[in-house]
């Protein structure tokens, strides 16, 4: 993600920053989070993969991070920010168009 902020001249974005949900990329100035979501921990419907061995302890993990990361996104919306959530595999080279047509849409370029 870092790559194609520096690559397309994005400014203006912190990361570690002290804000609920701990985005991994927020600009201030816009009130701007960016999540990007592992697809295994967060259950991508495209690459999401369930492990053989202690399916149960698993399925409820996942399960409970999907419904931290809608309290997250919920919350933050509430206290005025826009939220971005991004697929791992969306940060893939052959997505490259894809990703920066969603920050043109979301108002970051």
Do not use: Y
Not at 24 to 52: E, M, N, R, S, Y
Not at 75 to 86: C, F, K, N
Not at 89 to 109: P, Q, Y
């Amino acid at each position: 993600m870092i790559g194609v902020f520096k690559s397309q001249g994005i400014t203006g974005w912190r990361r570690k920053a002290a804000v609920f949900g701990k985005p991994d990329f927020i600009f201030p100035k816009l009130k701007f989070a960016v999540f990007v979501d592992g697809c295994f921990w967060h259950g991508c419907p495209l690459h999401g993969t369930q492990p053989k061995t202690n399916r149960k302890f698993w399925q409820t993990k996942i399960t409970r991070n999907q419904a931290r990361d809608r309290l997250v996104t919920r919350t933050l919306r509430r206290a005025g920010w826009r939220v971005l959530r991004i697929w791992e595999h969306e940060l893939r080279k052959e997505n490259g168009r894809r990703l920066l047509a969603r920050l043109r849409r979301a108002g970051v370029i």
